[in-house]
């Protein structure tokens, strides 16, 4: 894989194998996608999280009218009221 930055990157990375903070260009270039796939990890989690908190709050107010979801019930009920119209 070649990585072409601008200039104002590749000075960044000089600057960081120049004061000892990576060993190479690799090293730079890596640490920086393992930053990007946290932020992505963390990202989805927040998305996960306030889906979450969207359900308790369902849940709270009393819009929940079922228990857990069984899918065949589920799939068998929609077959139901399809055959029904």
Not at 8 to 27: I, K, R, S, Y
Not at 41 to 46: M, T
Not at 56 to 79: F, K, T, W, Y
């Amino acid at each position: 894989m070649t990585v072409t930055l601008p200039a104002d990157l590749q000075a960044f990375v000089d600057d960081q194998m120049t004061h000892g903070e990576a060993a190479d260009a690799n090293a730079v270039v890596a640490e920086a996608v393992r930053v990007l796939q946290q932020k992505k990890d963390e990202e989805k989690l927040a998305w996960l999280r306030a889906a979450l908190a969207e359900g308790e709050a369902d849940i709270a107010a009393g819009r929940v009218s079922r228990g857990p979801i069984n899918a065949r019930q589920m799939l068998e009920e929609i077959r139901q009221k399809r055959a029904v119209k």
